[in-house]
């Protein structure tokens, strides 16, 4: 087998991720609360947003994170979650430039 179909069979799982993180409304509703606040908000303010469990607002989170399009990062003893607009950006532009 040849690099490049391994390289796209890579890129069509990472777009499964992508896609499956953004079939659920509320995470899709978290990338647009992200970008409207700067790109930058604390699990809690996040949270706070959403009349869901602290639970189901954290596994969100988690796919969001597994999928790459937020990233976290610890400031003292609060997670503040980081949307990666350049990621959500570029995989979705590339997959869609194929029906061009």
Known sequence: MTDKPMRGLVELEELDRVF??????????????????????????????FTNTWQTTSRHLRLLEEAGLIEVKLQGRERVYQLRADRLDGLVSGWLQRFN
């Open 20 to 49: 499956s993180a953004l079939a659920h409304r509320t995470r899709r509703a978290i990338l647009l609360v992200l970008h409207t606040n700067g790109g930058a908000m604390t699990s809690g303010a996040i949270a706070n947003l």
